[in-house]
């Protein structure tokens, strides 16, 4: 199926579906600090945040914030672009482990 945005997308998914979250490193060379753009070969941290989306907002800028809420009651905002978002349809399957 194609989808015309990343929200129509996340619309077509069960409610309760879980991301795994990395933050990228801000690591920034001279020549990356010039043309503004992100490293991304490093995480933050190395494991990952497992998170619901909760919405998607559209930026001027093109890029996608998203709402995401993980085990707290805390809901974190992210740029799309500045973080790797995954879906294991396994991660649904363990109703053993509680992760959100």
Request: charged share 35%.
């Amino acid at each position: 199926m194609q989808y015309n945005s990343f929200a129509e997308y996340l619309k077509s998914l069960p409610p309760d579906t879980v991301f795994r979250l990395w933050e990228y490193k801000r690591i920034f060379t001279p020549y990356e600090e010039e043309s503004k753009f992100i490293d991304q070969c490093e995480f933050k941290n190395k494991y990952c945040s497992y998170v619901k989306i909760l919405d998607t907002i559209n930026l001027p800028d093109g890029d996608i914030m998203l709402a995401a809420q993980s085990d707290d009651d805390y809901i974190d905002y992210y740029r799309l672009s500045e973080i790797k978002l995954v879906r294991v349809p396994s991660d649904m399957e363990d109703e053993d482990e509680d992760r959100i």
